[in-house]
Structure formats: C-alpha cells, structure tokens
C-alpha cells in the first residue's frame, strides 16, 4: 500500500509532475508531494532508492546533481530534510531527520578565491563567454541505521554517522560520527555517551 498512484503521481497532490522515472521505492512508501523532486537533476538509471515504508513530507528536497544518487532505508522519516548530491548519500533504516536539516556530499563550490570567481561566470545563465566550471570535491555521506538528526542540523562531505546516534538540533558535522553517542555543536563534538 502506498499513496502514490499507477502513473507515478501522489494521490490529491497539488503539484502537476510525476516522480521521476529514476526513482524506486518500496511497500508503504507515503510521499506527501511529487515537488520534492524538483530539484532532482541526475541522469543516473537509479538517483533515488526509497525502502519500505519510508515517510517523505512536504518540506524534504532532493537535490541531486547529474551523477547523484542516494539511498534511503526501511522506515526512515524525512521531514524538511535538503539532501544534496553530487556524487552518492545513503541514509540507513529507522533514522529520524528533522527540519531544515542539510544534508550534502560536496562543497558545491571551490574554496580557493579564484576558482570561486571563475564559478560565478560559469553559474551566470546569461553570461555569453561563460567558462566551465572548476572540478569541485565530492565524498559520499554514510548515516547508518537508527541516527536521530535534530532540526537546522547540517552533515557535511564525507561524514559517516554510526549507527543509534544522536545529532543534536543545529550542530554542525564535518568530521564521521562514532555508534551510539550524542554530538552537539559547531563543530559537532561528542556530548554524551549513549547505553
């Protein structure tokens, strides 16, 4: 059972697109609307795995770029989550992701100033001698089975949360979680030490 009907669309959703075609998902699925795939961009066979009974409300993005993709376990429950992917995200079974919550395998634009400034052009739709885009750094992100993320939290480039933990509303995590803990803060540090 799910609400999202033979032809791909959400049953009474206000938004007039479909899901897109690279996206799976399993029994039970609830996905409050198909606008959350607006911002999807990739061109990959399979972008988006949905597992069984995965809950997507209104306010989830998923914003992958041409070659991301990402995987979202068993009962997990998105809610407000912006997951951004340039190259894979995986969030594992049973996880809570609260709103605002952003979620991104990349930097999305260079640090060096310079590059930056090449960015810019290159991000200008209207710009007639738009140069390419500088290569920019991608690392997966792992959140494993049963993590709690707290609202306004942000998960940065290459960070693996283990599993049972506990990312605290509004911390900041740029370096991998251990299992089993509570991390608050920016940056994000260990708070607490969970049975």
């Not at 306010?59 to 992958?64: E, I, K, M, T, Y």
């Given at each position: 059972?799910?609400?999202?009907t033979a032809d791909?669309?959400?049953?009474?959703d206000w938004?007039?697109?479909?899901?897109p075609?690279?996206v799976?998902?399993g029994?039970g699925?609830?996905?409050?609307?198909a606008?959350?795939?607006?911002?999807?961009?990739?061109k990959?066979?399979?972008?988006?795995?949905?597992?069984?009974?995965?809950?997507?409300?209104a306010?989830?993005?998923?914003?992958?770029g041409?070659?991301g993709?990402c995987?979202i376990?068993?009962f997990t429950?998105?809610?407000g989550?912006?997951?951004?992917?340039?190259?894979r995200?995986e969030?594992?079974?049973?996880?809570?992701?609260?709103?605002n919550?952003?979620?991104?395998?990349?930097?999305?634009?260079?640090?060096?100033?310079?590059?930056r400034?090449i960015?810019?052009?290159?991000?200008?739709?209207?710009y007639?001698?738009r140069?390419?885009?500088?290569?920019l750094?991608t690392?997966?992100v792992?959140?494993?089975?049963?993590?709690?993320?707290?609202?306004?939290?942000?998960?940065?480039?290459?960070?693996?949360i283990?599993?049972n933990?506990v990312?605290?509303a509004?911390?900041?995590?740029?370096?991998?979680?251990?299992?089993?803990?509570?991390v608050?803060?920016n940056p994000?540090?260990?708070?607490?030490?969970?049975a």
């Open positions: 059972m799910s609400n999202i791909r669309r959400v049953e009474s938004w007039q697109h479909p899901i075609e690279n799976t998902w029994e699925l609830y996905c409050e609307t606008q959350i795939f607006r911002f999807m961009r990739s990959r066979e399979l972008a988006v795995e949905l597992g069984m009974h995965v809950s997507c409300y306010g989830v993005s998923f914003a992958l041409a070659n993709s995987k376990g068993d429950l998105l809610n989550a912006l997951i951004m992917a340039d190259e995200i969030i594992g079974r049973h996880c809570l992701v609260s709103w919550v952003g979620i991104a395998d990349s930097d999305f634009h260079p640090i060096d100033a310079a590059q400034r960015d810019t052009m290159a991000l200008a739709p209207f007639k001698d140069p390419a885009r500088p290569p750094k690392a997966p792992i959140i494993e089975d049963n993590v709690w993320i707290g609202m306004n939290a942000v998960i940065l480039k290459g960070v693996t283990g599993e933990s990312v605290a509004g911390a900041v995590v740029s370096k991998s979680v251990p299992a089993n803990v509570v608050a803060g994000a540090v260990v708070v607490k030490q969970l």
